[in-house]
């Protein structure tokens, strides 16, 4: 069983940024792709980025051009630098394979934008 633990969340203002990290306990180097998802409050999960083996990036229309996904096969983690941020994208942040690793998922981190 793979872990997974994110990290950096935080209370942003409107317009803000934050990195998130999502660091795995074993080598990510040969799995196909990597994503993250979010669950905003009263709401289900809903896929907010993802990434391949070979780098190529995909995104929701709701964050294309604010977020971007990378990952660092060397330390295990795959990163998400999410900019101009905005009240709706408050929510809790996880990361995980795709497909998904179903014992994997991990305690997230919560994002928080307001004013």
């Known amino acids: 069983q793979v872990q997974l633990v994110e990290s950096g969340g935080g209370l942003v203002q409107p317009g803000g940024s934050l990195r998130l990290s999502c660091a795995a306990s074993r080598s990510i180097f040969s799995v196909n792709a990597m994503g993250w998802y979010r669950q905003a409050p009263g709401k289900g999960r809903e896929w907010a980025a993802s990434i391949t083996s070979g780098g190529i990036t995909n995104y929701p229309d709701s964050v294309k051009g604010r977020f971007t996904i990378t990952r660092d096969t060397a330390k295990n983690t795959v990163y998400l630098r999410m900019n101009s941020l905005k009240p709706e994208d408050t929510a809790v942040y996880y990361c995980?394979?795709?497909?998904?690793?179903?014992?994997?998922w991990g305690q997230g981190t919560q994002v928080t934008v307001s004013s």
């Open positions: 995980n394979a795709i497909p998904n690793w179903a014992s994997s």
